[in-house]
């Protein structure tokens, strides 16, 4: 299958400062990727679809300044979390679909960030 | 709304014995439904999916689901558990548009012990 690769696997910040998670697809190019958020024994939390060369779109009740999405080519879609609190802390993953010839998304290695 | 419920928290078995993780899900249209695996602070691997065709599905690693539209549900099986199926299971769903979301049950976590 195709594979998206996530960057970095495990970050821990201080608060106050931003962190830039990386997502790519690796095999494939990706208009759509989506970035879910995973807190402890819960399920995916869909935060944004990023839509290459447009804004993201944010999921109800998800700051878009707060979580800054850039999607500047087909292969590429990053994260920023911004002035970094330590309720941010969590599990970030994203995805992404080859839309031309798969009907299954794949999914990143995940972002383990703690904000201390 | 497109919604997915996993109704176990947990499923315990022992090794060898047949294992079933349920899934019932609602959405408008068809659906096309996803079973995937997650091992500790690890994203997501995928299983097998549903589009259309044959109810019976079989995905990686020995797994199968069955799609029954009447009862709408999309249950993940194996016939024999292994200690290495232990993870967290979730099922998935979305509509039919190529920008359609995927929507994520709460997942199941399974335990096979020896």
């Known amino acids: 299958g195709a594979v998206v690769s996530q960057h970095p696997s495990r970050v821990i910040c201080k608060s106050g400062t931003s962190v830039k998670i990386e997502c790519r697809s690796l095999d494939f190019q990706a208009t759509t990727m989506f970035w879910y958020r995973q807190f402890p024994k819960k399920s995916l939390m869909l935060m944004a679809t990023s839509n290459e060369g447009s804004k993201a779109t944010y999921e109800q009740g998800v700051e878009k300044d707060k979580f800054l999405i850039n999607h500047a080519s087909l292969t590429l879609s990053t994260l920023t979390v911004t002035s970094a609190h330590p309720e941010d802390s969590s599990f970030y993953i994203c995805?992404?679909?080859?839309?031309?010839?798969?009907?299954?998304?794949?999914f990143g290695q995940g972002t383990r960030l703690t904000v201390v | 709304a497109q919604s997915v419920a996993q109704p176990e928290d947990q499923v315990n078995v022992a090794e060898g014995n047949p294992l079933t993780v349920k899934c019932t899900y609602s959405?408008?249209?068809?659906?096309?439904l996803f079973w995937y695996v997650q091992y500790p602070n690890r994203g997501l691997q995928f299983l097998l999916k549903y589009i259309t065709g044959d109810n019976l599905v079989k995905g990686s690693y020995g797994f199968e689901a069955e799609f029954n539209k009447s009862q709408t549900s999309f249950h993940l099986k194996k016939p024999s558990a292994l200690v290495s199926d232990s993870a967290l299971y979730f099922c998935?769903?979305?509509?039919?548009?190529?920008?359609?979301?995927?929507?994520f049950g709460t997942g199941t976590r399974l335990q096979v012990t020896l």
């Open positions: 959405v408008s249209g068809n659906p096309y």
């Open positions: 998935a769903v979305r509509g039919g548009g190529t920008a359609s979301k995927l929507t």
């Open positions: 995805s992404a679909r080859d839309q031309g010839t798969s009907t299954e998304a794949f």
